[in-house]
């Protein structure tokens, strides 16, 4: 999931836990009528007065759960912001050393064997719409492998280029 995207399900989340707080608001405009007992020919007093203390519990509850969501909501936010900031000099430079313009975003990993690591990258137009796909296997040999004809090259290899 791209950091836009995570965002976009944030702010969905969001507009939830908001439209339930203005109906817990709502809610609570209604508990002066339950308090004094109007509607008492419908139920009788002490139905009321069962009603509306019932009805400040679910109130209390349901204030204790929007708020609990809301810092969830804000710490997520935070981290998704931190990890924007971390993530972009970083997929800048795997940009730069894989020859890919802007339009490519991705460096997510997608599986990790005993021999190395499958990243996925998306191109995408102006509009955000995938346009293609590329997934690289990111094989790290130590010196050892590197060099040995009988583990893997049929030929002396070249030595491999420092890319820091």
């Not at 981290?79 to 490519?104: I, T």
């Not at 010196?143 to 002396?156: A, H, M, P």
Request: hydrophobic fraction near 35%; glycine fraction near 8%.
């Amino acid at each position: 999931m791209s950091c836009s995207s995570l965002q976009n399900y944030l702010d969905s989340f969001r507009r939830s836990v908001e439209a339930r707080v203005a109906y817990i608001r709502s809610v609570e405009e209604l508990q002066p009528v339950l308090s004094d007992g109007l509607g008492a020919g419908i139920a009788g007093p002490d139905d009321m007065r069962i009603s509306a203390r019932r009805t400040a519990e679910i109130i209390k509850n349901e204030h204790m759960v929007v708020n609990k969501e809301l810092k969830i909501i804000d710490g997520l936010e935070k981290r998704l912001k931190d990890a924007a900031v971390s993530l972009g000099p970083r997929l800048d430079a795997r940009r730069k050393l894989l020859s890919f313009s802007a339009s490519w975003v991705g460096g997510w990993t997608i599986g990790t064997g005993s021999f190395g690591t499958a990243i996925l990258w998306a191109k995408q137009n102006k509009e955000g719409t995938i346009t293609d796909r590329l997934v690289l296997k990111e094989t790290r040999l130590d010196e050892g492998d590197w060099g040995s004809l009988t583990n893997f090259w049929t030929t002396k290899p070249n030595a491999p280029k420092d890319s820091r």
